[in-house]
């Protein structure tokens, strides 16, 4: 293949970008990756296009380079290109930094042995140490301190030994990159220290101060003249000894709810001069932090937060001025940045002046209409989880701190009008504040408040009900009622009064929209026994009331599946009978027994109830259409009458998966292969047709279909060849058993134009023994007269049908006419119109004369008037307004002729 | 505390997809720290298309919502704060970010630094506010200017190249997309020098100072539930000045009568606050000690306009008081509105409209009324009645409307439904919007901004008070009320 152009070019990473792994797997990723590779030094293409294929470098090395060894492979060859650069401004610098750095770190090439890591390694020193001042070297500062950063990220504790350069880097050049690097690092230094207590190769002044390393001193001025050279290495071996194996929690906790693990090692001890270095250090960061971006800002205060809680008797109060303007912004990450900091300090640096200040900043921002809703939503949770000085509650579960009462939150609470997830958050405030409120038993005092709360709960659950009892209400907002519905059972299981309001309410609004039983089955499994018991009891009985009519039936054999089981057996058995009688197709014939089933494992088996549902089973296990319902019933019905109550329920419980023998295995496998694919098999059935007259369109064709062994669940499908008419349902046929009478098949046909076509017909069926097979039947031909429909007979506002005649007249001159001659004397004639035409006649003087009318679907029709001639046979003239089914009327009558 | 990836959908309804991905990006080595720190949990990034399916069928986008589906509908799935977990190959891929706007659905999925088996609390993923804060970013950049498919696709083309600089490995270096070029950017910081202020103002100096105020209300007309009215303010700054690091003090004043501002939220770049401004809280009980400024916000200006602050007040009446009457009678509708602006407020409006819509009836076919100001105007197939009263009421400051509308009810089932204004249940919207006035009374003027910078800066400053969400209930039949109507 030859080189590609930039179009092509951007073509491939489309194709790469829209599905990497198949992409990769078509054209092979050695091959793609090396083409990458040998196009970023092609001169053909200009440097956009080059940053394009750097980007998808960037983006998809894992799926370019699987394997470690060629990674490091392709840094090098990176690192190559870079070195070839000319001296001069160039767009590629950056993203070949990034594109090398990313390989290196996320196809497991960085390690200890690989070249390619020291060369970057030195080639990123080198880069953030650069002094030059354009804002082309400033950006390739910033990128290359970026570079490093990931890096360490990866791989916490590689640039510990760097510690004293980035630190002098950061004191003198002080950019955000800088910054950034120097506090991640100093992080991962401490905890990897801590980590390897007393062993450790060097302490932190040692760390700090070994700045004389810099690729700037004596022993490298190789780097120093060739920048990018191709064979820079890093001067001496490059010290892992701190660098961990790869990527673990860092060093400190950040939320004391995500159950972190605390650090194996315990706080490092610093002795006083390295304390006071420390200090120093995060002095100074802290004091530059304004000066950063405020996502930057908010990671190196957590950052800065773990360092301190990473060596020992370190005062946190180094933090405060910082906070205190941090306090005021607007800024999600900030705002989280400083509750992350409270959650990791605690008291030490927020006494409950500033927690109660912090808390109610953070109750304003929640409520803050100037914010977008999504921040407001983040602050709210915050406050479910508020890092409390002493929190009461569980750690990790959502709740209302202690500061936060009623009357702080009342600008927090849920209305109508709020967006479906603000007001969820504002009820689950609520129902907290809620529970907390009517649970506390030694606040009789402000009941009025409670009731006040509860009413205002129970007026809003009502209105959501309201919403969602609209005909035709979206399903979204049927979901917001069901979803407050489950918050608010968790705070009112206390209040008996509430929760059979809320019950009330909700069998009303079933009464009114039966459809939405799914979501009451939902409900009934996630809201746990205090409303499932008093719910199921209302559904029940709306349920059995047969609100909704006919259509809500399969809703309401639902819900009975659902709740029939703990429910007294009499209304439901009463209901079932009555909806036997109503008949059903086959989902509907499982509902009524998923029901059954439901009242066999309930408990209410006391009275007259088992007798009436042994009545049922075997009503069931004889009436009900389909074989597979029968059987089921029958099976019911045994079950009911041989086994005990707690026999009864585990053997129609939920199937516990039983752990197979390996000889089972062993002997199951061996049909495995057969019993999983579809047979292809000679046909075990024979297709007749029947004939079948219909008044009106559609065409019916008839079929029988009888079987020479037992077959079950076939389904036949029908193919008309050809463009001509509608496609055909498949048919399905239960079971087939042979010398039993032959199931009668009636197709409706839909002609798109009335012409004859051939029907192909295949079977998928299931055998005794288990397996499915396939079977193409003889295709089956569908002639011309099989279409003929009698006119359809005239609407009862036409007070003149029009004659013969005048239908004659109108099938002219759009229509075609022709004139033939029938070989048929005597009698024959008369035979021949009562045999195919009868139907069709509308006047005659027998036997000489006939006027037939025939009606093709769609839309044409064919009229004949045959008059015999004496002996010398039939003259037959026909008409019709469709020109097209001229050639076939006469073949049709000419083979009429050929029977005789 | 990175992004693991992020999206960019748009939704196209009527689509055969319902969307497409306009934009992906991936972080692989994020995405190997995932793989470490979520360990059996990890749930790899799925490809963009099944990305963009799961993610348009979680938020409901796709047109078959017909039937109940579990794992959208479910009564105990209630995402957070926007995060959603998208059912992907079997799997939960959790938390996905997903925030909605004009059409574009902005996703980036954070990196958990822990194991997913249960989900830890968002406030415990530091990676979450980050992804906040660069869709927020995200948002803005496609917010501004034209929003036409052109603009949409030269944004897109954009992002590659943006991203390359403010989140080049999924850690987000600064969250301000909306650049002039490329060497304002953080990362071309000089030393010493603001990251989020790269490049410095050669030219005139300036600083344009503007106060947005709006007012949101419901009114009830009823004795049992209070009227409730809110205002809030937004200050937006542009400040050209000379310099590295000019410094600029800007006071707000209010007059003697002015209500205090409250729940103050500042830029990053306010380098101080008094205590006073930041213990002023909606949530306590107003009274005559409360601060009332002057409320100073120190700080050197980014060069791009920003919004200095937010605040919340709460003033003594709404600025216009109305009430409405809704009756059924004899299949029609019979309705009354009475509007009056309060004596305080200043009467000079750019506009002032009240909209009266009528849910879940059909069209309008009949309509007879009579106003005692402005005109009627009468959108048949919306059902909705727009009062246009103009520029100024009336001396009297009261005006009313009275009418009867009928409405072709075999045409309700076209519309769609409205699952709150059910029955008698509706309202009257005002909107409107009052020039070079503000309801708390806060202002700036000439002697509000200090400079401290080379050059007497030419100081403009503006304001304007907007309604937004301006209900008027009808007296007649149950509205929906705040806990605060009730209680306070």
Redo the contacts between chains.
Sequence with gaps: MGPRSADAWARVLAAL?????AFVARAGAEALAAELLSELRSERLSEPTK??LL?AI?????QLWPDPTAAEAAVSALLDTLALLPPRPAALR??LL?AA??VL??C?ALAPASAATSRLLCVLLRAAAGRA?G?EQ??VR??AC??L??LE??HPGLLAGQLGLLRALQD??????HCLLFVLTLRDALGALARAGPGAPAGLHGLLAARTDSPRGGETQACDRSPDSPGAQWPGPWDWSLAGE?????AAP???????PEPSAGPLDLTPPEARELRAAVSQLLDAS??????????ML?QLSQVLRTVRGQPPALLKPQL??????????????V??SKDAFGEALFTAQDEA?LL??L???A??????S??R??C???LL?F?ENWPLGPA?E?GTPVLLTP??A??L?????QDP?DL??RL?L?CLLCGEELGADGRRDCQG?ED?VLL?LQ?LLA?LR???A??????????LC??A???ATRCLASHPGALAQLTKGLAELYQARPCLA??FV??LE??GEVLAEPLGKALQQVAVAGAGGAQALQWHLQILTKVAGGQPLGPTLGFLWAALGQGGDWAWEQALLGACRALLRGTDLSGAGPRNLANLLQELARGLDDPDSRDRGRLYYSLFTHLSGSKLGSALGPTRSTPMLGSSLVEENEGFASALTVQEAQAPLQLRRVPQQAKEPPVILGLTVEASEILYSLELRFRVLGPHYEPLEAVQVPCLRPGASPKLLLLPLEPRRPYPTLLDVSVLYATPGGLTCYAQLPSLPIAFADLFLPLPPPSPEVTHPPTFQELWASCLPGGAESCMWGPWQGQALETLVTKHWEPFVMSATPPTSYRVAIRLPPSSQLLLQLEAAGEDGVRVALRTDDWAILPLAGEYLRGLGATL | MAQRAIWLVSHEPGTPHGGTVRFSRRYPTVEKRAKTFNGSSYVPLPEDDPFCKALLFELRLLDDDKDFVESRDGCSRISKASVYGLPIGGKELWPVLALQKNGLIYVSVPLVEQTLSAHPPLISISGISQAFDLLFGLIDFFDSGPRTEADLSTKVSQLPDLLLHICPFGTLLDSNFLLDNFSNLSIYQAPKQPAWKAGTYKGKPQVAVSITEKVKSMQYDKREVADMWQVYGTITCKCDLEGVMPNVTISLNLPTNGSPLQDILVHPCVTSLDSAVLTSSSVDIMDDSAFSGPYKFPFTPPLESFHLCYYTSQVPVPPILGFYQLKEEDSQLKITVHLKLHESVKNCFEYCEAHIPFYNRGPITHLEYKVSFGQVEVLREKSLLIWIIGQKFPKSLEINLSGTVNFNTMGHQKQPVDTICIGGTTYVKLYFRIPDYTLTGCYADQHSVQVFASGKPKITTCRELISSDYYIWNSKAPAPVAYRSLFL
């Design positions: 970008r829209a599905s990497p792994a940053v394009s980007a960037l983006e998809f090395p894992t950056r993203p990034l750095t990313s770190a996320s497991g001042a804002p400033r950006a910033a990128t970026e570079c950063r990931e990220s990866c003198t050049l002080g950019t955000q990159a790869d990527v673990r929690d860092p950040v939320g004391r709810e995500g159950g972190r304004y000066l950063l971006t405020p996502p930057a800002q908010a990671q957590q205190v303007r941090l306090l005021g912004t607007a800024r999600v990450s900030l705002l989280h940045a509750l992350a200040l109610r900043r109750v304003g921002a409520q803050h209409p100037a914010l977008p999504p921040a939503l983040f709210l949770h915050c989880h890092p990790g959502e009357s702080l009342t600008g609470l849920p209305s109508l009008l997830p969820l958050a689950h609520l408040t006040q205002y007026g209105s309201q919403g969602a609209q005909p035709g209400a979206p399903r979204s907002s049927v979901t069901f979803r519905s489950y918050l799914p979501h939902d409900l996630q809201a």
